[in-house]
C-alpha cells in the first residue's frame, strides 16, 4: 500500500507494507477493494495498491489501531484532540473501520460532561488547577499554561456536528457563551496564558457564533429574573418571612392594594428572611447580573454565601429560618438542574441551521 504525505512539497509517496488478511478482517471496503482490484503495479516482489486520497498520516493512524489498538493514544483534556484525530475518523468512516472511529468520537466526548454532576467534578478540577498554577510561585518555562490542560469548545462543537455526536453540545457551547470573545487561541498576546482560556473562534460557522450570541442574551434574562424577580423569592421562602407586597404571584391584587393603602415600608427587622436572602442573592449574582458570567457557578454560590454569613452586616440576621434554609437547600439543585436541562432549548440546538 502507499499513501501521498500532505507536508511535502514536491508529493512524495509513504509506503506501508501490510497483511492483506489483517485489512480484510477489519474493513469491508478495504476488502472489496483488494478482491476486485488486480494490481498492476509491484514493490519488492509484492503487489502494490496506491491509496488515493487518503494522507500518510491518516492512514498511518488506521493501521496503527487495525494492528495494535493500544498504540493509539489519547491524552485526556488535550484541547487539540478534536483536531488531531477528525482525519483518522474521516479514514475510519470511508473505510468502515468501526471500532476506530467509536474509539477515537468516545476520546472526544469523554472530555465532556453530559450531567450537572459531571460538570461540577469538571470545574472543581479546572478550579484547582488553576489555583494551583496561582499559588505555586514562579513558574518555570515548561510549565503548561492552564488552556493546554482544559478541553477547547469551539474545535469540539465542529466535531460533534461532523462526526455526530450531538450529547457534547450544551456543555461545549455553556463552556463557550462564559468566555471572553477578545481571546483567542491563535493569538496568545490577546489573553493571559497560565490563567485565562482562549476559544478557536475563527471554526465556529454563523449558526453556531449565533447560538452563542443569543444563548448569552438568554442566560442573562434567565439569570438576571433570581435577583430581580421575587417570584423565586416566593418559591424559596415561607408565607409569613416573605412581604405580600413583593409576592409576583398576586401583583394584579397586590397593585389594588397599594392603590388603596399605600406602599407599606419594608422593613427588614419584620421580614428578616426576606431580607438575608436578598443580600444571598445580591452577593451571589453581582457579578452575572444584569450581564451574565456563569449562572451555574453563581446559583451555587448562593449556598457559599449563606455559610459565610458571618461576613454580612451586623443589621442583618444571621440564619435563615428552619424552613426558609430548607427552601434555599432544596431550589439552588434544583433550579441548577433546571437550567442544565433547558440548555439545548436555549442555545437552540435542535434548531436547523438556518432558522438559529
Not at 29 to 57: C, Q, R
Not at 193 to 214: E, G
Request: aromatic share 10%; with cysteine.
Amino acid at each position: 500500500m502507499s499513501s501521498t504525505t500532505t507536508s511535502d512539497l514536491p508529493q512524495k509517496y509513504q509506503l506501508y507494507r501490510v497483511h492483506r488478511a489483517v485489512l480484510c478482517h477489519n474493513s469491508p471496503v478495504l476488502s472489496h477493494l483488494f478482491s476486485d482490484a488486480a494490481p498492476v503495479d509491484h514493490y519488492d516482489g509484492v503487489p502494490l495498491v496506491e491509496m488515493i486520497g487518503d494522507s500518510a498520516e491518516a492512514l498511518a493512524s488506521l493501521l496503527a489501531f487495525i494492528y495494535d489498538p493500544s498504540e493509539v493514544n489519547v491524552r485526556r483534556w488535550d484541547p487539540d484532540t478534536p483536531l488531531t484525530v477528525s482525519p483518522a475518523v474521516r479514514i475510519a468512516n470511508k473505510y468502515l473501520v468501526d471500532g476506530l472511529r467509536a474509539y477515537l468520537v468516545q476520546k472526544v466526548k469523554d472530555n465532556w460532561p453530559l450531567t450537572i454532576e459531571d460538570w461540577d467534578r469538571r470545574e472543581a478540577e479546572i478550579e484547582a488547577m488553576r489555583s494551583v498554577k496561582a499559588t505555586s510561585g514562579e513558574r518555570p518555562p515548561s510549565t503548561k499554561p492552564l488552556a493546554r490542560s482544559v478541553p477547547e469548545p469551539a474545535s469540539a462543537i465542529r466535531f460533534a456536528h461532523e462526526f455526530g455526536c450531538p450529547e457534547i453540545l450544551p456543555a461545549a457551547f455553556y463552556q463557550l457563551s462564559r468566555m471572553d470573545a477578545t481571546y483567542d487561541w491563535d493569538r496568545a498576546e490577546s489573553y493571559d496564558a497560565h490563567q485565562d482560556l482562549p476559544a478557536r473562534w475563527s471554526l465556529l460557522d454563523a449558526p453556531d457564533l449565533l447560538r452563542v450570541l443569543r444563548g448569552k442574551q438568554k442566560l442573562a434574562k434567565h439569570t438576571g429574573s433570581f435577583g430581580d424577580n421575587n417570584y423565586t423569592y416566593s418559591i424559596i421562602l415561607i408565607p409569613p418571612c416573605f412581604p405580600w407586597w413583593e409576592d409576583a404571584r398576586y401583583a394584579e391584587e397586590t397593585e389594588v392594594e397599594l392603590m388603596r393603602f399605600g406602599r407599606p415600608t419594608l422593613d427588614p427587622k419584620e421580614y428578616p428572611c426576606f431580607a438575608l436572602l436578598s443580600t444571598i442573592f445580591s452577593r451571589a449574582f453581582r457579578e452575572v447580573s444584569p450581564r451574565v458570567g456563569d449562572p451555574l457557578k453563581a446559583m451555587k454560590e448562593c449556598l457559599r454565601e449563606y455559610e459565610r454569613i458571618s461576613d454580612v452586616s451586623s443589621a442583618s440576621p444571621k440564619s435563615l429560618c428552619v424552613h426558609c434554609e430548607r427552601g434555599l437547600k432544596w431550589w439552588v439543585p434544583w433550579a441548577r438542574r433546571y437550567l442544565w436541562e433547558q440548555l439545548p432549548v436555549i442555545f437552540a440546538l435542535s434548531t436547523p441551521d438556518h432558522e438559529v
